[in-house]
Every structure is written in structure tokens, then in C-alpha cells.
């Protein structure tokens, strides 16, 4: 089940071991990038501007909120954080592959599992007929969490 393959190999590379940080990557390159930005002279400008508003109502009201469970919210792990259309799956050896790490880095574990759910929002609504159900996304998740070796108690959050 390339499913299944999936979150076990997305939980193998989150288990990499990293060296211990307090703070994700994401934050500080997207103001960075927001800072380069501002330079240019632009019509753009001002939505440049409102893009770091809600960078920092996401650093200072979502994230907290999202993070609160200490057991994986906050979970810091070596991320792809580029996992859409990044994915290789060989059916004759039922391998699976990730490429293209250039914007791998130390991030929250959500960050990549949300990337893979975003996968199927696509530009023409299709992605209502095959975005994973509930129950699926629990199967998908119940696996990535043994694999990780986190409880699973915390997926009904």
C-alpha cells in the first residue's frame, strides 16, 4: 500500500538524528524573504507588507495554538518542506523515494504531513473528490505515529 509506504518513510526521515534546536527555520527565512522583497520596486509592495503581518500573527497566535502538544506538536525534525511533486514510487520494487532536498531543513514534523495533504487541492476542485477522508488520514497518520514511536492517543486530537 504506497499509503502506508508513505508515512513510514516520511517517519523514517523525521527520526534522522538532528542536532537539538528551540525554533523552526520557517519563520526566520520567510521574513528574510519578505525583507528581500521590499527592496524591489514594485505594484507588489503592499501586499509584501501584508504578507509579514500575518507572518508574525502566525508566529505570535497560531503557532503557539498548534504547537501546544508537547509530545508532537512541537516537534522539531529534520523537514523536506518540499514534498509535492517531490516523491519517486517505483511499482516494480514498491520502492519509495524522496528528491529534491534543497529546501530540507529543521522545521515541525506537521509541516511535512500538511504538505502532503495540500497535494491534493488542486486548481480544478478535483481535489474534493480525492482529498483522503477522515478515516484515511487516521490510517495514514496511526502509521506514522507507531513508526515514530509516538502515542497514538494523540492523533484523536
Not at 83 to 100: G, H, M, P, Q, W
Request: hydrophobic share 40%; charged share 25%.
Amino acid at each position: 500500500n504506497i499509503v502506508k509506504l508513505m508515512a513510514t518513510k516520511l517517519a523514517l526521515f523525521h527520526s534522522v538524528s538532528i542536532e537539538q534546536t528551540e525554533k523552526s527555520f520557517l519563520i526566520p527565512a520567510l521574513r528574510k524573504y519578505v525583507e528581500i522583497l521590499k527592496n524591489y520596486e514594485q505594484p507588489t509592495t503592499k501586499e509584501i507588507l501584508d504578507i509579514s503581518v500575518d507572518i508574525d500573527l502566525i508566529e505570535k497566535s497560531v503557532l503557539p495554538r498548534l504547537l501546544s502538544n508537547t509530545q508532537i506538536g512541537n516537534n522539531l525534525v529534520l523537514c523536506h518542506n518540499d514534498l509535492v511533486r517531490n516523491v519517486i514510487y517505483d511499482e516494480k520494487t514498491e520502492n519509495l523515494s524522496f528528491i529534491d532536498f534543497e529546501y530540507t531543513h529543521i522545521n515541525y514534523a506537521f509541516f511535512d504531513i500538511a504538505n502532503l495533504f495540500v497535494q491534493y487541492a488542486d486548481t480544478d476542485n478535483e481535489y474534493i473528490r480525492i482529498y483522503p477522508t477522515r478515516g484515511q488520514q487516521k490510517k495514514w497518520l496511526t502509521t506514522y505515529f507507531e513508526v515514530r514511536g509516538l502515542n497514538e492517543v494523540i492523533i484523536n486530537e
